[in-house]
């Protein structure tokens, strides 16, 4: 085994085979043929899996765990009991106890001050029944018993978006509560986080299929409370749902959240992503479309993005006797695709940022829970949920290197981290200090840091510092100083801040720093409402001479603003980019905002225009809402067109049929099946510079950004292609994507699932429940789902084959493979 994390597998894209490695001792309680239970493992060479115990059906499904002080795991069934599992130190099986207590449900277990904190999630169903909320139980005659559990607070929600985890604090005075976007606040005390939050979308949205962002729901939360849950303190906002938390050794938090799979193929859509938990900062979760890019100023991007998934638990692996770095990489529970990933951090600045591996996976394996136990070293994990069979199981190092513990990262590291730290410190209250500290960190080049200092002035008093936003010198400076007096300022100050912003000059600005601007004058219209004439004209003047600009992201925000402030030609301008972009996302983001754009707006060329370009979108696809999606947005924008369109628009106005994805593709002539050794010396000997714009339509056109991302851009079912040049040479590339079941990534695997009836289905498992299991089967469309009982199944295993189709580049001539494989290396640069 090679000595880094990532040297263990190959980069995202192409990734290593372990069919060859040694297979997992068999669990000591071997799973059903079917069911939710997995029986086929994949695990990185060097370690194995044992079955632990295998969980009877009347002890439930297990969905969260924690150890006590004597070494004993204690779990939660999703709808009943809480039990006990005392370990063996043996392969006799565990001694498995219910405990005596009223509370259960638990989606959030830990042991801690003499005491067991249970995070209920359930409707209170009787006035004797817990309810959910955060309980303390303390230990009695020697942690064996338990007195009845107290309420330290009560929490209005259940379900999976409901409360999740606790967790202890690394100051060892406090704890950490976790709850879901479906779960409202917990009436927190303090916040850390400035209590001025809005949906902040300039734009009515579109969709809802994700719950409702409200004032006292600002997506999932994470507070911070003492021991008896007396002072609750918000610490941030703006989540979906994720599931757990966890700390490294140098006291940063971190949670592991989803995004809605429904919601696959919009340009709002992001991808699961791993987030450090810094002071006050909120996510961006939005009701639908008003979701914020991860890229905005008044928000924090992620470690990483780790692609579809279904986060559950979490946990470093602080204690483990695995090799080094795994005792510090951050473990990853991935419950929809059975796979448990380890993240390698990596110092980023005041943050992180890092690079995963798949480190373990099953079929099926709905794992909820994850743990290191002290004793042995071992990761421990529980799969169930919904209802699924559960079963306890162990993974441990049998492999030759070297165990012994690592010294750990304690401190609070490099020099921006601890200025981090330091503005961190004015989070929540006041002090004239704070404003002198943080000022000169509004124009410092890490997102963190200035995200830190805004949070830092937005808790002060508006007054002692908006003249000074208003005439900040440093353009960097001036825009996080005015987001901030556009969310704290009266409406009155509107003017102002207009005229401030179009001072900035704007070509002396980078593409991100022109994002910011932009984020800047939508919120100042977003929270002080309409501008009057002057302003408007003032902000037009700026504004209009800049779009279309060079970049997407700059383009996503001028487009709203012009349309918003009713910019004239703004309508035919978007159109052009609407027909200028090969991409799904982008080209659905444009129509977002034309649809809102009033008649005055339209000419009877440009809305045919667009009801042409709308029809083509029957063969667009996307998760299960996509399809609602595409029809609101018709609809829309027809109640918002003159009578004159309407009359000149007559049929085309009324929804196509879906049409064949490939349809484009079928349509090009056949050039030739493509085999690498046929490809390879013909791309060699072209001697003529490639054709980058010529290369980018090939991405489209070859289905290549249905699934793949590049800068950004493009779809998330297959891996990010962003820089894939730089980690495979040409003979490689030609491979995966010529002969792509010759080596498939752990990480996209598939499964091969057969019926009673004799059929074989090969796909993704996405989803299951104790009567079924949902398995993707089309990447080019999210929402192909198959449903397969369980009765009907008569088998499951690892199938060979990936789900990328083949033949994709066979209506390609060289030239145009190369111009492709050009694109994909400016792409990486």
Not at 275 to 292: A, C, E, N, P
Not at 637 to 653: F, K, W, Y
Not at 721 to 733: E, M, Y
């Amino acid at each position: 085994m090679r000595s880094s994390l990532l040297g263990i597998v190959a980069a995202a894209w192409l990734g290593t085979s372990h069919a060859d490695a040694p297979p997992p001792n068999a669990p000591a309680n071997p799973p059903p043929a079917t069911g939710s239970l997995a029986r086929n493992f994949t695990v990185l060479p060097g370690f194995q899996i044992d079955g632990v115990y295998r969980v009877p059906s009347e002890q439930g499904s297990w969905v969260s765990m924690t150890l006590d002080p004597k070494g004993r795991i204690i779990t939660s069934d999703q709808f009943g009991k809480l039990y006990r599992v005392s370990l063996s130190p043996t392969h006799a099986p565990p001694k498995v106890e219910a405990l005596d207590l009223e509370v259960g449900s638990a989606q959030g277990l830990l042991y801690a001050f003499d005491s067991l904190y249970v995070v209920v999630n359930r409707k209170r169903e009787g006035p004797d029944q817990p309810g959910s909320g955060l309980y303390r139980a303390r230990a009695v005659q020697g942690g064996d018993q338990f007195e009845p559990a107290r309420l330290l607070r009560e929490f209005d929600g259940d379900g999976e978006h409901g409360p999740h985890a606790v967790v202890a604090g690394p100051d060892g005075r406090s704890l950490f509560v976790l709850g879901g976007n479906a779960s409202p606040l917990p009436n927190p005390e303090r916040s850390l986080v400035p209590r001025r939050w809005g949906e902040d979308g300039l734009l009515p949205r579109l969709g809802q299929t994700d719950g409702l962002f409200q004032p006292n729901r600002p997506g999932g939360w994470i507070v911070r409370t003492d021991p008896e849950g007396h002072l609750f303190e918000l610490v941030a906002i703006g989540l979906r749902n994720p599931y757990d938390l966890a700390f490294n050794a140098a006291a940063e938090l971190f949670t592991f959240d989803s995004d809605m799979e429904w919601d696959m193929g919009t340009p709002w859509y992001r991808p699961t992503r791993v987030l450090h938990v810094t002071s006050g900062v909120d996510f961006g979760w939005r009701t639908g479309s008003h979701k914020w890019p991860d890229y905005y100023p008044d928000s924090l991007p992620p470690v990483v993005d780790v692609g579809p998934s279904s986060p559950t638990g979490m946990v470093f692996g602080y204690g483990s006797r695995f090799p080094a770095q795994f005792q510090t990489a951050l473990f990853l529970a991935d419950w929809s695709y059975g796979k448990i990933y380890a993240l390698q951090l990596e110092p980023h600045g005041s943050t992180y940022g890092g690079q995963f591996v798949q480190f373990l996976a099953g079929t099926p394996m709905a794992i909820t829970d994850l743990l290191i136990h002290p004793g042995d070293g071992a990761l421990y994990f529980i799969v169930g949920g919904r209802g699924t069979s559960s079963a306890l199981y162990r993974v441990r190092y049998r492999g030759p290197e070297n165990t012994q513990p690592v010294p750990l990262t304690t401190t609070a590291g490099s020099g921006s981290r601890a200025e981090r730290h330091r503005l961190e410190s004015y989070h929540g209250r006041v002090d004239p200090e704070a404003i002198v500290v943080a000022w000169p960190y509004l124009d410092h080049r890490d997102p963190a840091l200035r995200a830190a200092a805004r949070i830092a002035i937005e808790h002060q008093p508006t007054a002692s510092w908006q003249e000074r936003a208003l005439s900040d010198p440093q353009p960097r400076g001036r825009t996080a100083a005015l987001i901030a007096l556009a969310r704290c300022g009266e409406p009155a100050l509107q003017p102002q801040i207009v005229r401030s912003l179009t001072q900035i000059a704007w070509d002396s600005l980078s593409a991100p720093e022109q994002v910011d601007l932009l984020r800047a004058f939508a919120l100042t219209f977003i929270r002080m409402g309409p501008p009057l004439t002057a302003t408007r004209e003032l902000a037009l003047s700026y504004l209009d001479p800049r779009y279309p600009a060079g970049t997407f992201e700059v383009n996503r925000e001028l487009c709203p603003l012009l349309i918003h402030l009713g910019a004239p030609g703004v309508v035919g301008r978007t159109l052009v980019l609407v027909d200028g972009s090969l991409v799904q996302e982008e080209q659905l983001h444009y129509a977002l905002c034309l649809r809102t754009a009033g008649p005055a707006l339209w000419s009877v060329d440009e809305s045919k225009m667009f009801f042409g370009w709308l029809n083509r979108t029957a063969a667009s696809r996307g998760g299960v809402t996509f399809p609602e999606y595409l029809r609101q947005i018709r609809l829309d924008t027809v109640n918002r067109l003159s009578p004159t369109s309407l009359a000149a628009l007559g049929d085309s106005i009324i929804e196509p049929a879906p049409t064949d994805p490939y349809a484009e593709l079928k349509s090009r002539p056949f050039v030739r099946a493509w085999t690498v050794n046929g490809l390879l010396p013909a791309l060699e000997h072209l001697k003529t510079t490639p054709n980058l714009e010529i290369g980018r339509q090939i991405f489209a056109e070859a289905m290549c950004s249905r699934c793949h991302r590049v800068n950004r851009s493009g779809g998330i079912t297959g891996p990010d292609l962003t820089g894939v040049t730089r980690r495979f040479d040409l003979q490689a590339l030609l491979e995966a994507v010529l002969e792509p079941s010759r080596v498939v990534s752990d990480q996209y695997s598939t499964v091969e699932i057969i019926t009673r009836d004799g059929d074989t289905i090969i796909g993704r498992i996405a989803d299951l429940n104790d009567d079924y299991i949902q398995v993707l089967t089309d990447l080019i469309n999210p929402a192909a789902f198959r449903r397969i009982p369980h009765p009907e199944i008569a088998d499951i295993v690892p199938s060979r084959l990936s789900m990328m189709p083949t033949g994709l580049l066979d209506h390609f001539t060289e030239t145009e493979i190369r111009d492709l494989i050009a694109y994909l290396e400016s792409a990486g640069r």
